[in-house]
Structures are given as C-alpha cells and as structure tokens.
C-alpha cells in the first residue's frame, strides 16, 4: 500500500488488516512510517519519497520473497519498482492520476501482472451497480462495526486557521 498515512492508505490498511493479510506500505517520513508500522502490527514500510531507496528497502525486507499486489498512488520509479517486485500472475492496482502507465504499456513491462488503473469518478458515472454494492458493503461493515475512523487533528477555525492550512502544505498531517 503506497502511501499507506493518507486517507486511502489507512482505510486500506483498515480493510486488509480486517482480512488478516500481510502488509508492506510506503509512507513519506519517518515518523509516518512508524505510524504506519504501528497501525500494520508491524509490517514493512518504506520511503514514498525516494522510489531507488524504496526499491532497496522492499527488497532487502521482503527477503527473496514477493508481493502479490500492490495499491499504487504514487508515479515516475515506483510503478516500475513496485511492478518488479510482483509475484508472476501478481495484481497492480492503480488509483493514481499522474504520470500512471497506460494499459498496454503494464503487459510491455510485466506480462503477467494483472493491470487495474482504477478512476473512481469514471468507476461512479459508468458503473453505477459497482457502486451501489461497494456502499452496500460498507455499510453492512459499517453495521457490524469493523470500521475504524481516520485520525483526526482539529483546529479552532477562527484562531488556528494558518497553522492548519500550514500543517496540510508540510505534509505533516496523517
């Protein structure tokens, strides 16, 4: 899960963790990742900062062994680094929007690597089914409450207000 401190990462952690799955996650400081291993039981973490240092870590901490799939947000050497990392026949989930590969450049690379670039807003307008049952399921989880919420910071909008547009431009929040 790259990006694993982000809104997307974290109820992706949520989600796997709920299906007692192994997790490696990326994240973009250190203490980012010390969350994220925290929240992970554990599980691996590495730079989203860096996509040679990411590379190197994933491969040392996953010791010959491979990833099954991957949930990318992030571009540019990680789509080629997380790819190479893929066990044969492995999944490549693809919600980000810039500089993502097209469709036929995935089976190029990886033949064997299941390519899924996923666009929600399109997912919505052209499968409205799709959906329908994803919000039934979450509201079903929802209902047995396996959900957890997202951490939270708040600031007093009439004092706090810079120091919040602040903290978001650092990138400090999780």
């Known amino acids: 899960v790259h990006a694993a401190a982000g809104g997307v990462g974290l109820t992706a952690l949520d989600y796997a963790q709920w299906l007692s799955m192994q997790l490696g996650t990326t994240a973009g400081r250190p203490y980012k990742q010390r969350f994220v ?48 990392l893929l066990v044969e026949g492995g999944c490549f989930e693809e919600i980000g929007k810039i500089n993502i590969w097209s ?14 670039p996923l666009a929600l807003d399109d997912k919505i307008e052209l499968e409205r089914e799709w ?29 706090e207000l810079l120091a919040a547009f602040r903290r978001l431009q650092r990138g400090a929040n999780i």
């Open 37 to 84: 291993r925290c929240v992970a039981a554990g599980g691996m973490a590495c730079s989203s900062r860096d996509g040679g240092a990411f590379a190197v870590g994933a491969a040392v901490q996953l010791r010959k062994s491979q990833l099954h799939a991957v949930l990318n947000s992030l571009s540019l050497d990680f789509i080629a680094a997380s790819t190479a």
């Open 103 to 116: 469709t036929p450049r995935m089976p190029a690379a990886a033949p064997t690597v299941q390519y899924d």
């Open 131 to 159: 959906v329908n049952r994803a919000l039934a399921d979450l509201s079903a989880r929802a209902r047995a409450r396996v959900l957890h919420g997202l951490p939270r910071e708040s600031f007093d909008l009439e004092r």
